[in-house]
């Protein structure tokens, strides 16, 4: 690739990734207002499930801006598909609210599994910028979040299929996933601080 080119791309590919990131986030949280608007008397369930995809969903952006804020690379069709993914990941997320709570619960297990995906991607291709040197490796914590996520809402919805979980501990299982997001930021802006100044 000619090198005017490639410097091009790589100077303009945070704003590119970071823009993209930020329109289909926007979509995908006016999606879940409309749905909101559309639950005639919404319950504890909804709020709380409302209220870990809006989590969620800060997650994605913070990750992403943040990742791709400190990059100079070429973009690849991977790329574009990464976003893309997880933003179908949230639209899905979005529309198993106001469905019975075993739909939230197998979703949400989906939407962990493509978020550890998508954040081991993610790590990947930052250290692939030598300037950056961020390391791929200091991330795995983040991605056993998704993991051990995918697992447990997994788990909650064998349990609700299974008539073990009522409504109460339905509201109390989701309630407990809203601290589980926010160790996941933390764990994320751990590892990115502790790649960058490494």
Same mark, same amino acid.
């Given at each position: 690739m000619h090198t005017v080119i490639r410097n091009r791309l790589e100077e303009n590919y945070s704003t590119i990734y970071v823009t993209i990131v930020s329109v289909l986030l926007a979509l995908v949280l006016?999606? =879940?207002?409309s749905i909101m608007r559309g639950i005639g008397d919404p319950t504890l369930f909804h709020w709380l499930t409302a209220a870990f995809v809006v989590h969620v969903i800060f997650n994605a952006w913070v990750g992403y $801006? #943040? /990742? #791709? $804020?400190? =990059? &100079?690379l070429v973009p690849t069709i991977w790329d574009t598909l990464n976003v893309?993914? =997880?933003s179908l990941a949230h639209f899905s997320l979005n529309s198993a609210i106001?469905? &019975?709570?075993v739909v939230f619960f197998y979703t949400a297990a989906c939407y962990s #599994?493509?978020?550890g995906v998508v954040t081991g991607y993610n790590a990947w291709r930052a250290a692939q910028d030598p300037v950056t040197g961020l390391q791929a490796r200091r991330f795995h914590p983040v991605?056993?979040?998704n993991v051990a996520g995918a697992v447990a809402? #997994?788990?909650?919805? =064998? $349990? /609700?299929?299974?008539?073990?979980l009522g409504s109460t501990l339905q509201a109390v299982v989701t309630a407990l996933s809203l601290p589980f997001a926010s160790l996941w930021l933390w764990a994320f802006f751990r590892a990115w601080k502790a790649s960058i100044h490494a």
């Open positions: 006016e999606d =879940l207002v $801006s #943040a /990742t #791709a $804020s400190v =990059l &100079r893309f993914v =997880l106001g469905e &019975r709570p #599994a493509v978020g991605v056993l979040i809402f #997994a788990v909650a919805g =064998l $349990s /609700t299929q299974a008539d073990v």
